[in-house]
């Protein structure tokens, strides 16, 4: 299983920003992605990650207080990929960006099993 981020980059202040995560690798006949809940975390220079959002098998979302109301997470399943919109962003909005899938069968976001390699967000004052 891979899951590769994309759509990071340099924003202003109150400016947007979409992430991408593409899986691959996962078993379309037995173990599709629509079956696994996702999760977006970040992680700040000298902080610890942080879970930001994340989204279930059925459709549900979860947001950090932080950011409810201002990021939106989606899927794709059709397309292997999850989705992290970012609007209104803020400065302390810095931190490298990972999509990571939780565990199948786990109730909670912090159980991940596989993480994709990160994708920095810079939000400039």
């Known amino acids: 299983v891979q899951l590769v981020e994309s759509g990071g980059g340099l924003v202003q202040v109150g400016g947007s920003l979409r992430l991408s995560c593409v899986g691959s690798?996962?078993?379309?006949?037995?173990?599709?992605?629509?079956?696994?809940?996702f999760a977006w975390y970040r992680q700040a220079p000298g902080k610890e990650r942080e879970l930001v959002a994340g989204?279930?098998?059925?459709?549900?979302?979860y947001y950090a207080d932080s950011v409810r109301g201002r990021f939106t997470i989606s899927r794709d399943n059709d397309k292997n990929t999850l989705y992290l919109q970012m609007d209104k962003l803020r400065s302390e909005d810095t931190a490298v960006y990972y999509c990571?899938?939780?565990?199948?069968?786990?109730?909670?976001?912090?159980?991940?099993?596989?993480w994709g390699q990160g994708t920095q967000v810079t939000v400039s004052s």
């Open positions: 990571a899938r939780v565990k199948l069968g786990s109730d909670t976001y912090y159980s991940t099993d596989y």
């Open positions: 690798g996962f078993s379309f006949s037995t173990s599709p992605m629509s079956r696994y809940a």
């Open positions: 989204a279930s098998s059925g459709g549900s979302a």
